[in-house]
């Protein structure tokens, strides 16, 4: 059964430069119930991640800046959100979406978190509109609990997941795979495991060749026993900050390439939606909505 985390903080209002990208969060749940993808007992809300499991990967002092508002102004303005207690509940609650979307995942196969994939969050700073880092954090819990031993991250993200990939740098048990536009932000990226730097204009095919290659190469090399993956539409050739050309039906197929290569290894895989700006909402929610449907068919028909 796909099993899908949102809750209505996910849509949390912010000051008017921020509000649209927000809406998807609204939009995504009420697509999937009305195209019947799910029904409404696969949706749950996750609780917040308590401080124990978020002390794991992240600084205690960084936490507390976080939690009490004493962030520095320059912190502030690097995350790009101004501080509220909501937004760190906010932030708390995508963490353990992902946490519960991974043990659903162990149970059947699959399992969706509508928000997350802050991936340029670090142990000790947040940047890029990313506070805590969910799929990190959900990572050293299973590790921590002994739930999986080799855990693959499949960043599909159009900018590279640079805290994430500092927060596994020196980790055998994790390997960080990144495929980004090369001239996306962070203009300093980290080192992954495995980068893929995209330039400008790629469009489906080679984009998809290289995708089938490294994740062949990887899953024979590596040989995980759990994935995370991160699958932004900021991909999509109508997204405003991208600067890459994947269609619909491309950004389609890289779904169904994730997740065929996740089900005929027998992977269990957690699904954060990570980011997408195109002007029209539509193909925003469209895009995303897709990764469900990709999971579904794949995974539970």
């Known amino acids: 059964m796909l099993t899908v985390a949102w809750h209505p903080i996910y849509a949390h209002p912010l000051p008017e430069g921020h509000r649209f990208p927000m809406l998807k969060y609204e939009l995504i749940p009420q697509q999937l119930l009305y195209e019947g993808v799910i ?10 991640c308590a401080s124990d499991i978020l002390e794991m990967t992240h600084e205690v002092g960084y936490l507390n800046d976080l939690k009490n508002g004493t962030l520095e102004p320059s912190h502030v303005r690097r995350i790009g959100f101004p501080w509220s207690y909501e937004l760190y509940q906010r932030e708390c609650i995508i963490v353990q979406g992902t946490i519960r979307c991974a043990l659903n995942a162990l149970r059947h196969g699959v399992s969706l978190n509508i928000a997350g994939g802050t991936h340029h ?8 509109f990313c506070l805590l880092n969910d799929i990190a954090v959900a990572a050293n819990y299973l590790l921590h609990h002994k739930l999986a031993e080799r ?18 740098q020196h980790n055998d048990s994790v390997f960080t795979f990144s495929m980004h536009g090369s001239h996306n932000y962070p203009f300093v990226k980290e080192q992954s495991d495995q980068d893929i730097p995209l330039p400008d204009g790629i469009t489906d ?11 062949l190469h990887i899953g024979n090399e590596f040989k995980p026993d759990f994935v995370f993956y991160l699958s932004g539409v900021d991909v999509l050739e109508t997204d405003k900050y991208g600067k890459l050309k994947l269609t619909a039906y491309g950004c389609r197929q890289r779904d169904d390439m994730v997740f ?23 193909d925003i929610v469209n895009a995303h909505v897709h990764t469900f449907k990709s999971a579904q068919k794949i995974f539970c028909d």
Not at 121 to 128: I, M, P, S, V, Y
Not at 160 to 167: E, I, R, Y
């Open 151 to 168: 855990i693959l991250i499949v960043d599909l993200d159009v900018h590279q997941g640079n805290g994430t990939a500092a927060l596994f």
């Open 260 to 282: 065929d290569f996740c089900k005929n290894r027998q992977l269990p895989v957690a699904v954060a939606m990570g980011g997408g700006y195109s002007p029209q909402i539509a």
């Open 39 to 48: 029904q409404t007992h696969q949706l749950f809300e996750p609780e917040m």
């Open 205 to 215: 095919d080679d984009y998809l060749a290289m995708l089938d290659d490294n994740l």
């Open 121 to 128: 969050a670090f142990t000790n700073r947040g940047e890029g």
